[in-house]
């Protein structure tokens, strides 16, 4: 199992150097990301000033504003590995893959999850130090550490997965990009990026839990500006799982497709 | 409104068998089936109906297991990562393959010596050119030892040097390593110099199976006489089934039909008759050859064995 997986862990680390060519490209993200952070501060500054409380979901001002700094990274770290399969699909490129001793939906998570902690790194380290600036440094205690890496691990490739899974709709449509649409707006809603699900009308709290969004961008922001140990074990067992369906459901629409594919060029 | 369906056999009646350390080619003009051929070899597609065995297995169903003991270059297709070095590549290839530390650093050193990579085997791929990629990808095809190579255009877009490097480089893997090529390209020189046998597709059928040098030969309806003429020359008397095809100061050709004329009997004739100072026989390129074949209206095997009979 562990020499099998190997190739996936050779691919995601050659993706991540690769990905480090990319730089300008990580420091326009990052660009962006001021403005983004820019607007949260003012705005929940003042919502939290307004309203005159010291906690609102659960979260207080600094950490609500740490919460955010850590989903933008999240979700603006995301490569385009949907349009990636898509494109595999169209040109036919991914009937070749065929032929080589690999799985392609892991072998396309590798390498997509390679190039996202590059970006998810330089993304965060531009957002931390932004805010830092804005409001003072904030240090998530050492020993959650650990447990924070693994889920925002899970988190992503949970995320990655999912975005395969929709770039396989390519083998039935010529352009996925409507389904990526509604699946990353659904992730922005009820995943907790813009607003953490706490806040949420108790409907849309209970269908967000009920969707696996959360598990990508709200637990693992969560966990990082209040680090809860006791319920560390069943998130990451619930992540896993999450992790574990959507693989299934990918390899299944997946092997649907293969049956049908059309191999462009002759 | 019906969505109407249509089924086009891309391959049909097709059955030719290639024995291990041989170099085939498989040519035809687009659309005669050559990359799906290549693709049913490799496991990529499976067939409608009938057999195929690689290695003593059926690609299709033993794909992942066949994956380790053949390789397959698509000419416009890369497996070399962009912003990174061939070495790289050659590293990851090595971990898709399962190879051995050890010997893979072994197999490296082999195939960088081959394909003479070390000027640039730690530089970016995106600052090599065409000829240098090309090598690096049928390099990294090699890295797992393959015992079958398929090669689907792998000349496309070189230039005549690396054209050549390549096919060079190529001919020593089948004569010296005994590694069976099958290889589909447009080019009837690459095809001459690498390969031992061809078979001819048009509409995904096989129209000719043969030995390329037996094909030349069934083939020839004509061969080229390039008389260059000491001084100056009277008109030339020709018989019949002779014809000047260019002239140039005191150099003349002649396309001589061998249907109608013995080329030898023509050469004696002029030489009798005329001062000559050099004068080469020559065979017309494959290139005419093989457009003669997807043209001609007749089965191929039929017209080759008349042929035989008129040499014969």
Known sequence: MLKSMDKYLAAAALSAKNYLAYTSEVIFRSGFLVVILFVFVNLWTVTYSRSGAGVIGGFDLKQMLWYLVFTESIVISRPRVHQKVEEDIRTGAVSYTLARPYNYLLFQLSVSFGERMVRFISTLMVGYAVMSVMIGPYLPGLSALPFLMVTVALAMLADLIGMITVGFLAFWVEDVSPFFLVYSRLQMLLGGMIIPITLFPPFLRRLSEWLPFRFMVYAPAKLFVDCDITQVWSLMAEQIFICILLFFIGMSVYRMGVKRLDVNGG | ?312
């Open chain 2, 1 to 312: 409104m019906r969505r109407e369906r249509q089924v086009i056999e891309a391959v049909k009646d097709v059955s030719f068998k290639v024995e291990p350390g041989r170099a085939l080619a498989l040519i035809g003009p687009n659309g005669a089936g050559k990359s799906t051929m290549i693709k049913l070899l490799c496991g990529i597609l499976s067939p409608t109906q009938g057999s195929i065995r690689v290695l003593g297995m059926d690609p299709f169903k033993y794909r992942s297991k066949l994956a380790y003991h053949i390789s397959s270059v698509f000419g416009q297709r890369s497996q070399l990562w962009y912003h990174l070095p061939p070495i790289d590549t050659f590293l990851l290839l090595g971990r898709i393959y399962d190879i051995d530390r050890v010997e893979l650093k072994k197999r490296m050193k082999e195939l960088v010596e081959l394909f003479d990579l070390s000027s640039f085997l730690y530089q970016p791929v995106r600052k090599l050119s065409l000829g240098q990629r090309m090598r690096c990808e049928i390099a990294a095809a090699l890295i797992h030892n393959p015992k079958i190579l398929f090669l689907d255009e792998p000349t496309i877009g070189l230039d005549v040097v690396a054209r050549s490097m390549v096919i060079d480089i190529l001919r020593d893997l089948n004569r010296q390593k005994k590694v069976t090529i099958i290889l589909t390209s447009h080019d009837t020189g690459d095809i001459e110099r690498l390969c031992e046998d061809v078979i001819v597709l048009n509409e995904g059928r096989i129209v000719l199976e043969s030995n390329i040098r037996e094909m030349r030969k069934n083939f020839f309806h004509t061969k080229i006489i390039e008389i260059e003429f000491a001084g100056q020359h009277a008109d030339l008397d020709l018989p019949p089934g002779v014809s000047v095809i260019e002239r140039s100061g005191p150099v003349v050709k002649l396309e001589v039909n061998l249907k109608v004329q013995d080329a030898n009997e023509v050469v004696s004739r002029i030489v009798a008759q005329n001062s000559v100072r050099d004068i080469t026989i020559q065979d017309p390129p494959l290139e005419s050859i093989i457009q003669h074949i997807y043209l001609s209206g007749d089965p191929a095997g039929r017209e080759a064995e008349q042929n035989a009979q008129i040499d014969g």
